[in-house]
């Protein structure tokens, strides 16, 4: 069952920036390994960024040095900054905890001029 919501998606320009957020259900404490995905249309769900329960962060390649994962420090959310947006960052973005224990709906980014 969803335990996340996310939200923060929407259109933006190519080179732009977009801060996702997650809110988690009320049980779950967010200092436990969290992570964002995305899926793009007609690709797999992949891990863009994670933190882990020691705040180290891990990214993906194709994100890394544009995007940020950051614990807030009221509500128990997570955040994801992303910056210098590129088309091929468009995808329905999701967060989660590993292993996964529910899917939300995702927010959807769109990079497009």
């Known amino acids: 069952q969803v335990q996340f919501v996310e939200s923060g998606g929407g259109l933006v320009q190519p080179g732009g920036s977009l801060t996702l957020s997650c809110a988690p259900s009320?049980?779950?404490?967010?200092?436990?390994?969290m992570a964002w995905y995305r899926q793009a249309p007609g690709n797999p769900r992949e891990l863009v960024a994670a933190?882990?329960?020691?705040?180290?962060?891990h990214y993906d390649d194709s994100v890394k040095g544009r995007f940020a994962i950051s614990r807030g420090n009221a509500a128990n959310m997570v955040y994801l900054q992303m910056n210098s947006l590129k088309v091929e960052d468009t995808a329905v973005y999701y967060c989660n905890t590993s292993p996964a224990i529910g899917w939300g709906k995702g927010t959807l980014v769109t990079v497009s001029s």
């Open positions: 009320g049980s779950i404490n967010t200092s436990r390994y």
């Open positions: 933190i882990t329960r020691a705040d180290t962060t």
